[in-house]
Structure formats: structure tokens, C-alpha cells
């Protein structure tokens, strides 16, 4: 199997569970590789036929600033369930992070790697009037998903108050309350309604983090 490395990309966010990492970013560090089959780009120079990471970069920079984990170990699970449910060309991903002021004057940094295919994540779908809602993980902070707006329909979002969402068109042309949506290009908000549009002649899926009212840690 092919890869794809991003090396060494570096973040601010928060995570970590004591009292002073919950309420300032700190810098972490990523390695990121992606395993797919890169003959057809390699023989071709198409783009849709490998990854643009680029894009990826952008998708993993916006999730690790919208949340706000507890742990190296839910940030990197979650950053696998979605890279693995919006590049359907990759078969695994494998994930360092690195977190350099974990262990301030004692060590270079606490690290957490991880490796994940497809079945780490089983599709769990269901049909639903406007397209499909797809649940790619579920976890105690944050609700991720892939959802489907077929054409001609439209989908009515409402969220609980005190809730957080960040999601990115995926494939396809939507709107979102008349404005358009960017291919790949994250959008976070606290709006707790909102009304999707599909304006293509085929389906559009859309990628969307959930972050509920936060409980205690």
C-alpha cells in the first residue's frame, strides 16, 4: 500500500485535563500518513484521484482548534474517524501526536501513535427524508458524521442550546442558510438552527463535528 506523509505539522490548541490546560492553548505536534493506492494519480496527474493535503492539513488544523480535548488519545481517534469518513479513497491512517509541555523540563515530549483502517469504524446509516445521516464516532465530547443531502432536497439542522458544530462540504453543492459552502473549507459556529440547501444536480455530503454543552471533566 501507498502513503501519504504530512510531517511535522504544528498546531495551538487545547488539550489536556489540569486546570491551566483548559484554559490556554498549547502547541502540539503531528505526523500524519494516509495509506491508498497512488498509481491512478501516479499515471494520470489527476488530483481527484489521490489526496490533496493541502486540504487534509486545513481539515486537521480546524478540528484540533474546535475542540478542545481532554486527552492526546480522543484527539487523535477522532482525527482518524475523520479523515477516514471524508477521504474515501483512504484505506488506513496513521497518526503521531506529540505534546511537547507535557512533560515540561523532564522530557522532550508524551507522544500518542496510533494506527486505523476503515474497520476501526464501521458505517452505521440511515435514510432519512432530505438524504442519509452517517455516524462515523461517537464519543463523550463530540458527535462526528457524514451527512448526505440529496438533489432537489433540503435539510433543517437544530441543535441543542450551548451546542458548537464544525463541518466543511465534502463533495457536492449546498448552501447553508443561502450562502454558499466551500468545498473543504471548515466553518465553525454556535447557531443552534440552520437550513441546508442542495443546489447540484447530484447528492452533496457534508462533514459535521457535534460538540454538546460541555459536562465536567
Known sequence: M?????RGLEIDCIVGINPHERE?????????GFG???SPAGR??????????????????AMLKFRRFHLIEM??????????????????VEIRLDKPAALDGRARAASIEITRSRAAFPPSRQRSGFGFVES???????????LGVDAGKEMRSALPPGSRVLEWLVEGEASRDGRVLLPHSPLASGEEA????????????LF?????????A
Not at 494520470?44 to 488544523?61: F, K, M, P, Q, V
Open 2 to 6: 501507498d502513503l501519504i506523509r504530512i
Open 24 to 32: 490556554r492553548s498549547q502547541r502540539v505536534h503531528l505526523d500524519v
Open 36 to 38: 491508498l493506492d497512488l
Open 44 to 61: 494520470t496527474g489527476r488530483i481527484a484521484l489521490t489526496c490533496n493535503y493541502d486540504e487534509i492539513a486545513t481539515e486537521i488544523i
Open 75 to 92: 484527539a487523535t481517534e477522532e482525527l482518524a474517524a475523520m479523515l477516514l469518513g471524508t477521504h474515501l479513497a483512504v484505506e488506513f
Open 136 to 146: 462515523l464516532l461517537e464519543t463523550r465530547d463530540a458527535s462526528l458524521a457524514r
Open 194 to 205: 440552520a437550513t441546508y440547501r442542495n443546489t447540484g444536480s447530484e447528492a452533496a455530503v
Open 208 to 216: 459535521r463535528c457535534i460538540c454538546p454543552p460541555p459536562l465536567d
